[in-house]
């Protein structure tokens, strides 16, 4: 067979704005052709080539472009990047099979869902007998123009999202056998009208994605998908949905959905984390076991869009005169570019954060004394390396800081320890991240605690200033399969 991949993805916050073009791309890495790589943007692409190729199938992989999560992708670089994309199907076609990877909450300017457009597009070029198939991120929004133009569709079921390489091997022998006829694959969804944040790794969260694993292979259901939705993304039918396939039978698919749908919404007090304000954690992490205590700063998680240069917890921290208290990473190039020009063992007055706007906070003003310096640093990501550009690492009456040149959430302990910062040393570590950091913080934290605001990620999800979704979603309306919308 012939198989053509893509990857084009990143996570849009409607309410950010840092808008996302060519550099946030080009920080990343884009990737093309023969050169897709394990552990750049086309990673998933590279899983893709390597299976086929075991298989003796033909691969043609067109362009792997990813971004880190921001504001709306600028229009002409969203259509740039889309139509590279189908001028490489056209020119390189016909493909018995095309495997795509996108994020799912991708919106750009003039477009609040690029993944319907570019599927709508790409289905016109291949024609129907081609076999299309599409890996989306579980923080996804599955709209009709995706389900219609695609003829399978997976998400992540885990997060933090450890199981990406798994469902890409998941989608593509589904594929390869829908395009040899052993299999026909139909799908559905069941909205499930919340809007939350969910991490998979233990607790109900944890059952529940062992029962969706347990229902596949079964009746005729192909793959069960749960997308969690994306909170901040105000576009047409966001909120969860639960997506089956199944071989051929609609309406299986259709009762599938709707089962685990219920089930789901049946769960909703017993999967979410609501979180603690900034003083309740900074509280309980005084008091709490001995060891490393584990902060995470949601609202400040670049993750799902937001700057990264809050410095709410670290201005409470310093009011409250806290020691052996670090905060990682924060986003700050001109602080950084000042540290390296002092060097390391320097001085000096310190203007550190709150550059992008009211939800950053006020800058704070502290004398550091610069205590170490990195040209790359490198902290373990999910697929592999995660690069932050230039560090410095800043300390002012027993409160540590990495600032970082690029934007980025915290994934693991290395962030710090190659920095040279010691957590042994550390009484508090303040992560700025929502669910990724845990793999990586778990072994070594004694506790791990999750605050919730202020920030850019407000988590008050019954108060999200949403002006285009349907706004008959729990938590804002507590039974929302018996509400009218509001108006």
């Given at each position: ?12 916050n409607?309410?950010s704005a840092?808008p996302?073009?060519w550099?946030g791309?080009e920080?990343?890495?884009?990737e093309?052709?023969a050169?897709?790589t394990?552990?750049?943007a086309?990673g998933?692409?590279w ?6 190729e ?9 362009l792997?472009a ?6 709306r992708?600028?229009?002409?670089v969203y259509?740039?990047?889309?139509d590279?994309?189908?001028d490489d199907?056209?020119?390189l ?6 495997l795509?990877?996108l ?6 300017d ?5 993944e319907g457009?570019?599927?709508?597009r790409?289905?016109?070029v291949?024609?129907?007998?081609t076999i299309i198939?599409?890996?989306?991120d579980?923080h996804?929004?599955i709209?009709?123009a995706?389900l219609?133009?695609?003829d ?15 469902r890409?091997a ?9 395009a040899?006829?052993?299999t026909?694959p ?5 909205d499930c ?11 109900q ?6 029962e ?6 079964r ?11 994306f909170?901040?993304g ?5 909120g969860?949905r639960?997506?089956?396939?199944t071989?051929g039978?609609?309406a299986?698919?259709?009762e599938?959905?709707?089962?685990f749908?219920e089930r789901f919404?049946?769960?909703r007090?017993?999967v979410t ?6 003083d309740a954690a900074?509280?309980l992490?005084?008091?709490g ?5 584990v902060?995470?700063?949601?609202a400040?998680?670049t ?6 240069d ?6 409470r921290?310093?009011?409250?005169d806290?020691?052996a ?9 001109v602080?950084?570019r000042?540290?390296?020009?002092a060097g390391v ?16 906070g ?5 004398t550091?004394?610069?205590r170490g310096l990195?040209d790359?640093l490198?902290q ?5 390396p995660?690069?932050?550009g230039?560090?410095?690492?800043v300390?002012s009456?027993?409160v540590h800081?990495?600032?970082?040149e690029r934007?980025?959430?915290?994934f693991?302990?290395?962030l ?5 910062l010691r957590l042994a040393?550390?009484?508090?570590a303040?992560v700025?991240?929502t669910?990724h950091f845990?793999a990586g913080?778990a072994p070594v934290?004694?506790?791990i ?5 202020p920030?850019?990620?407000f988590e008050d999800?019954t ?5 285009t979704?349907?706004?008959?979603y729990w ?12 108006k």
């Amino acid at each position: 067979m012939r198989i053509f991949t893509a990857t084009l993805a990143t996570e849009t916050n409607t309410f950010s704005a840092i808008p996302t073009g060519w550099s946030g791309f080009e920080e990343t890495g884009i990737e093309r052709g023969a050169g897709v790589t394990a552990t750049g943007a086309g990673g998933l692409n590279w899983v893709w080539g390597k299976l086929a190729e075991a298989d003796g199938h033909e691969v043609a992989h067109s362009l792997a472009a990813w971004a880190s999560p921001a504001g709306r992708t600028v229009r002409a670089v969203y259509e740039s990047m889309r139509d590279e994309i189908l001028d490489d199907a056209r020119r390189l076609g016909p493909f018995d099979v095309a495997l795509l990877h996108l994020h799912g909450a991708m919106a750009a300017d003039g477009y609040d869902d690029c993944e319907g457009d570019l599927l709508t597009r790409l289905r016109a070029v291949l024609g129907c007998e081609t076999i299309i198939g599409v890996e989306l991120d579980l923080h996804c929004t599955i709209t009709p123009a995706m389900l219609k133009a695609a003829d399978a569709i997976i998400t992540f079921k885990e997060y933090p999202h450890i199981d990406a390489a798994a469902r890409a091997a998941e989608l593509f022998r589904l594929c390869i056998d829908a395009a040899a006829g052993q299999t026909r694959p139909v799908m559905a969804t069941w909205d499930c009208r919340m809007v939350n944040f969910f991490p998979t790794p233990s607790g109900q969260m944890a059952r529940f994605v062992a029962e969706m694993k347990a229902q596949e292979g079964r009746d005729g259901v192909l793959s069960l998908s749960l997308g969690h939705g994306f909170p901040w993304g105000d576009v047409a039918g966001g909120g969860v949905r639960v997506l089956a396939v199944t071989n051929g039978d609609e309406a299986k698919a259709h009762e599938v959905a709707r089962r685990f749908g219920e089930r789901f919404f049946a769960l909703r007090h017993q999967v979410t984390d609501p979180g603690l304000s900034i003083d309740a954690a900074l509280d309980l992490a005084l008091t709490g076991p001995p060891g490393l205590i584990v902060i995470a700063d949601k609202a400040d998680n670049t993750g799902g869009g937001a700057p990264g240069d809050s410095t709410f917890i670290l201005r409470r921290v310093c009011e409250r005169d806290l020691k052996a208290v670090a905060i990682a990473p924060l986003w700050d190039p001109v602080a950084v570019r000042f540290c390296h020009d002092a060097g390391v063992g320097a001085r000096l007055a310190l203007r550190i954060g709150g550059k992008c706007g009211p939800q950053s906070g006020d800058p704070v003003d502290l004398t550091v004394t610069v205590r170490g310096l990195s040209d790359a640093l490198v902290q373990t990501g999910l697929g592999g390396p995660n690069l932050l550009g230039r560090a410095a690492w800043v300390e002012s009456q027993g409160v540590h800081v990495i600032l970082v040149e690029r934007r980025e959430q915290a994934f693991s302990p290395d962030l710090f320890s190659n920095m040279g910062l010691r957590l042994a040393d550390l009484r508090i570590a303040v992560v700025k991240s929502t669910a990724h950091f845990r793999a990586g913080f778990a072994p070594v934290a004694s506790e791990i605690l999750t605050t919730v605001g202020p920030g850019a990620l407000f988590e008050d999800f019954t108060a999200i200033p949403y002006e285009t979704r349907d706004l008959n979603y729990w938590p804002r309306v507590a039974d929302p399969f018996a509400a009218e919308t509001p108006k």
